[in-house]
């Protein structure tokens, strides 16, 4: 595991050390576990945004994903 140091805002900090304690864990893990949420995030995001702008990815509704898993469920 690699060691980083990073600057945070005395209120993002305080806020870090705050749920660090009600969590009983440490600011370390709650910064590794936001980060994480972060990227997983970003990326989720980029891939969608990739979708959205390919013009042969077909769009299907939320009507017609209901229905397929209608269809799947009744077999």
Same mark, same amino acid.
């Given at each position: 595991? $690699?060691?980083?140091?990073?600057r945070l805002p005395d209120e993002l900090a305080s806020e *870090?050390?705050?749920v660090s304690k009600q969590l009983q $864990?440490?600011?370390s893990y709650i910064v590794r576990k936001a980060l994480e949420n972060? *990227?997983?995030e970003h990326v989720e995001y980029q891939i969608a945004l990739g979708r959205?702008?390919?013009?042969?990815?077909?769009?299907?509704s939320s009507k017609e994903i209901r229905g397929m898993l209608g269809k799947k469920n009744t077999l």
């Open positions: 595991m $690699r060691l980083m140091a990073l *870090v050390e705050k $864990r440490t600011k972060y *990227v997983r959205l702008n390919d013009k042969d990815d077909k769009i299907v």
